[in-house]
Each structure stands twice: as C-alpha cells, then as structure tokens.
C-alpha cells in the first residue's frame, strides 16, 4: 500500500489544523495506519518502507513502534537534513549558473 503524508498531494486543500503537522504526528499517523493495515490483512507485522522525507518518519515510527515490523527499508534515506538540504541548494545554484552562462 502506498500512503502520502497529510498536506501533501490532493490532500493540501484539507489542512485544517497545521499545529498538528508535526514530526511526532506523522510518526503516530504511521502508527496508526500500520495497526489498521494489520487489523485488514490478519498480520502481526508488516515491513515498512520509507522514501525520501518519509524515511525519517519511517526510521523514528520503527524505533519507537519495532513490535508492528518485520524490518525498515529506507530508499533515498534522510541522514542529515539540514546537510542534505545545503549540498541541495548549493547543487541548484551551480548548474544554474552554468545554465546562464551557456
């Protein structure tokens, strides 16, 4: 299964309360998203997969949560935000500038 994060996508528009688009509900979102999915399917765990901004949410929703997976997989996992965000910016800012130059 496959699920976007609230705010994000076509969910944008139902943002009522943005004090509640915190890290810590996101990780309990997860949660509670795993405990409807085990309920559905008659499992006891499920492997939970996380890309991109969602592997931090995945990363922290294991930690806290690791009876509910079999195991986290991280695709394009977040290690240093703040690091990660700074060579993003400073790759930007290069190939524009080779892209006014050309």
């Known amino acids: 299964m496959d699920w976007d994060q609230p705010g994000a996508g ?5 943002i ?10 996101f990780v309990e979102d997860t949660r509670e998203l795993t405990l409807q999915l085990l309920e559905r399917f008659h499992k006891k765990r499920i492997v939970l997969v ?3 901004w969602g592997s931090a949410i995945g990363v922290l929703a294991a930690a806290r949560y690791p009876d509910l997976y079999h195991c986290y997989v991280g ?3 977040v290690a240093n ?3 990660g965000e ?4 400073r790759w930007t800012l290069r190939v524009l500038g080779e892209v006014i130059d050309a």
């Open 86 to 89: 700074a060579a993003s910016y």
């Open 50 to 52: 996380g890309h991109s």
């Open 81 to 83: 935000m703040a690091e």
């Open 16 to 25: 009522e309360d943005v004090d509640r688009m915190t890290i810590d509900q």
């Open 10 to 14: 076509k969910s944008y528009a139902a």
């Open 75 to 77: 695709i394009g996992q």
